[in-house]
Nanobody, 122 residues
Framework: QLQASGGGSVQPGGTLRLSCTAS????????VAWFRRAPGKEREAVSC??????????FYADSVKGRFTLSRDNAKNTAYLQMNSLKFEDTAVYYC???????????????WGQGTEVTVSS
């Protein structure tokens, strides 16, 4: 299973780091993604990481490029989403997900965290 944490309430321009810790499997063997669902909107892929070809491949949604960074610490079985320069439109519930057949921007993942809420407000 996956356990997501780190959400909270911040002002515009603030930072948060989300964590996604796996139990029962080695997260490093899986592609990991962060999705978010903003109020009244569809769930969207924010960022993905995949090392299955022997090198790290990353995806970032255009809306977060240059502000968000996905990383992972295999020793801790945890992936992180560092979110800088947060904007009002980043307000959403963020979900981490994992699957062992390469990354995808579609929500076709095997494991899902429970969601952690991020609120950007002044």
């Amino acid at each position: 299973q996956l356990q997501a944490s780190g959400g909270g309430s911040v002002q515009p321009g603030g930072t948060l780091r989300l964590s996604c810790t796996a139990s029962g499997f080695s997260l490093g063997d899986y592609a990991v993604a962060w999705f978010r669902r903003a109020p009244g909107k569809e769930r969207e892929a924010v960022s993905c990481i995949d090392d299955s070809d022997g090198y790290s491949q990353f995806f970032y949604a255009d809306s977060v490029k240059g502000r968000f960074t996905l990383s992972r610490d295999n020793a801790k079985n945890t992936a992180y989403l560092q979110m800088n320069s947060l904007k009002f439109e980043d307000t959403a519930v963020y979900y981490c997900a994992a699957r062992n057949r390469g990354w995808s921007t579609r929500p076709d993942y095997d494991y899902w965290g429970q969601g952690t809420e991020v609120t950007v407000s002044s």
